[in-house]
């Protein structure tokens, strides 16, 4: 194969930023959903700002906002953060196969930006390639391209939130959901192949409905990990 053939780092980081510029367009009315709800519960700009920035992962950052008070309650936020983002715990463990070859330093840039819709890019282009290879630089460009979207956008709904009101009652919030179910369309598999992910979403119903707090999350995940693996063991 010649080099010529090789895409540079520079065309994967712009493959991975054209790749997911439908979903940061998709980020925007939901970012702009809790940059105003920080603003009603008290938050100022900077402070919504730099939790975006800091902990890159939406589902939690709307359970810190829906907790927070004056003053907040921090033990209790950091705890149901933990729970809420113990996914990010599996989904970079499916990627140490691609990543186990690279330095450190290139591996923790790379999970900072993940977050599911990367993730969830970065393995549909896999099985979209050829020879199923990891690009890297597809993986940190999409990565990027998500992360300044929603730090943006989320900044953007806390400065205009108090002039348009809850935004919430347009219906932007349901954009959160969107996402996912598109993200789990490009990954499907068969009906065989969802199983675990029927568990997983029944086990967190379930828990959402009987306990208090973010345990559904958690539950919900191993429920349908440990179905995986006892499906894998029997196949």
Known sequence: MSTASVPSPVQEIKRGLITALPLMLSFIPFAMVLGAQAIQKGMSTGEISLLTALNFAGGSEFVAVNLWT??????????????????HILMSAALTPYLSAL?????????????????????????????????????????????????????????????????????????FVAVFLVLIKGMWKGIKAA????????????????????WYVLLGTL?????????????
């Not at 956008?153 to 919430?168: E, M, N, Q, R, Y």
């Open 223 to 235: 429920a349908g990990l440990a179905l995986a693996f006892i499906m894998a063991a029997y196949d």
């Open 195 to 214: 199983i675990p992910w029927v568990v997983s979403l029944l086990v967190a119903i379930v828990t959402y409905n009987l306990l208090p707090g973010a």
């Open 70 to 87: 004056s003053p907040p309650h921090l033990l209790l936020i950091a705890l149901m953060t933990l729970l809420v983002n113990s996914r």
């Open 103 to 175: 330095s450190k330093r290139k591996v923790l840039a790379s999970l900072f930006f993940m977050c599911d819709e990367s993730w969830a890019l970065t393995f549909t282009d896999i099985r979209k390639s050829p020879a199923q290879t990891f690009s890297y630089y597809f993986f940190l460009g999409s990565g990027v391209g998500l992360y300044l979207s929603w730090v943006g956008f989320t900044t953007l709904g806390a400065l205009i939130g108090p002039l348009i009101g809850d935004v919430s009652h347009y219906g932007f919030d349901m954009a």
